[in-house]
């Protein structure tokens, strides 16, 4: 039996060292062999840690790669393999039990704040918040309170700043996907200025590029957005990767949803749409903007046949957050071709989801949705019940929009005790529920007869 000839380490190490990423690409070694392309990566990502010019020097570039590099490389790997592996113990152990307990056991494990459970933990956040999002934010949290407080001279080169700009990263996806705007740009700003201190910072300051337009368009920032979007696209463009490219094209596809350009929108998502190295979540969402464009275009079939995929996808991916935000996109579309039991049906069981998920801005807007089609149907006990059901529950959810939300549900609770709700009193308190996650210090005032 022949055993199989693998790359050796320095050889690996040359590659990059060439700086020839079509070759690498054309290189049917490297696409047929995973241990070598592994490897490959392995060592992609560390030079990426330490920056280029501290894992070789340019000026003086050799066909073989210095002997000390190859020791330097082999060693921050081995480090870093040490680290990431005493991690995944580590943070099985950390996140035992409920979320509030996680901070103070932290604070009681000093050897637990290493570079690798910051990794470790930025790593498991996304899937945390597509499942229950406070769980990925309280994971985020707690990756920021290790980055920040580790000694840069521990490691080599950027490392520290570099796993700080990703704990601030993925907090500002976080606090985008939970409706907190304000707050994802301030971590962006954070991320940001630590990639900044890094060799090599232009892919990952893209990636914040991205998160920061997602947090402007819903403050009607869209230029600025828009600028953002298309240079992140540049950057994936350059660096070949599909999936980020695909994510930037979603970004910008939205920015022309705030100004009713659907068609550009579609152009934009069905050309990105033709790649094929996409991850199942990113796939999924093209599915899911592709469909809203379709929706406001007016051709239902196919915007109920994308959001099917779409969420098919994230039910396989196990993206639960996000599947039960599709089947609202749904239910709230039947609603709007005519088959309201449907749609009603589908509203409720997808609140006792958002519910289940402790989303509550969520829950309140699908509530205010469901009362619109009870006072249709003259169902007033119904309808004044929910309202009361939704102040309590906006009452213990801790938002930062909490007393204006709650203030305008009751509003709306009387009026449908007193007999006076009209749809159009529905839909205006609707519209100001919606909007308060963008504009929090938006007051509410009742609709003009």
């Known amino acids: 039996m022949i055993s199989e000839v693998h790359y050796s380490d320095e050889g690996l190490i040359a590659m990059l060292e060439a700086g020839d990423e079509a070759a690498i690409k054309r290189n049917q070694h490297l696409a047929s062999c995973i241990t070598c392309r592994d490897g490959l990566e392995q060592y992609r990502a560390i030079v990426d840690t330490l920056g280029c010019e501290a894992a070789w020097d340019y000026q003086e570039r050799k066909s073989d790669p210095d002997p000390t590099t190859v020791a330097n490389l082999r060693a921050f790997a081995s480090s870093m393999a040490r680290e990431d592996e005493e991690a995944e113990t580590y943070v099985a152990a950390l996140l035992e039990g409920a979320r509030e307990t996680w901070m103070p056991r932290l604070r009681t494990h000093p050897e637990w704040r290493t570079a690798g459970v910051v990794r470790k933990l930025v790593g498991d956040a996304f899937g945390a918040l597509t499942k229950l999002p406070l769980d990925g934010v309280e994971m985020t949290s707690l990756a920021i309170e290790i980055a920040d407080h580790l000694v840069e001279q521990s490691y080599p080169s950027d490392t520290v700043a570099r796993v700080r700009g990703h704990a601030w990263l993925e907090h500002a996806y976080n606090m985008f996907y939970l409706g907190e705007f304000k707050q994802s740009l301030v971590a962006c700003d954070r991320a940001h200025s630590e990639f900044s201190r890094c060799v090599v910072d232009e892919y990952d300051q893209a990636r914040v590029a991205l998160v920061r337009a997602l947090s402007l368009r819903p403050l009607d920032r ?120 449907e ?50 529950r906006l009452q213990s959810s801790g938002l930062t929009t909490t007393s204006r939300a709650m203030t305008a549900v009751a509003y709306l609770a009387e009026a449908v005790r007193s007999r006076a709700a009209t749809t159009k009193l ?24």
């Open 222 to 341: 869209i230029t600025e957005g828009m600028s953002l979007a298309d240079n992140a696209v540049a950057v994936f463009a350059k660096y070949r990767d599909e999936d980020r490219l695909a994510s930037a094209a979603i970004t910008a596809a939205q920015m022309h949803f705030k100004v009713s350009d659907f068609r550009t929108s579609l152009t934009v998502l069905q050309a990105a749409q033709l790649s094929v190295n996409l991850a199942p979540h990113t796939r999924a969402m093209l599915e899911n903007n592709i469909a809203y464009c379709y929706r406001h275009l007016g051709d239902s079939d196919a915007a109920v046949q994308h959001y099917q995929v779409c969420s098919a996808i994230l039910d396989e991916i196990g993206s639960v957050t996000e599947a039960v935000r599709v089947r609202w996109c749904v239910a709230t579309l039947l609603v709007d071709v005519g088959r309201s039991n």
């Open 343 to 392: 749609g009603l049906r589908e509203l409720r069981a997808v609140r006792s989801q958002f519910d289940s998920l402790s989303m509550a801005s969520e829950t309140c807007v699908c509530a205010l949705e469901i009362a619109e089609l009870l006072l249709v149907e003259n169902r007033f006990e119904e309808a004044e019940s929910l309202c009361r059901d939704t102040c309590a």
């Open 426 to 449: 529905v839909r205006h308190i609707h519209e100001y529920v919606r909007r308060l996650p963008e504009e929090p210090n938006l007051l509410f005032a009742p609709p003009l007869l």
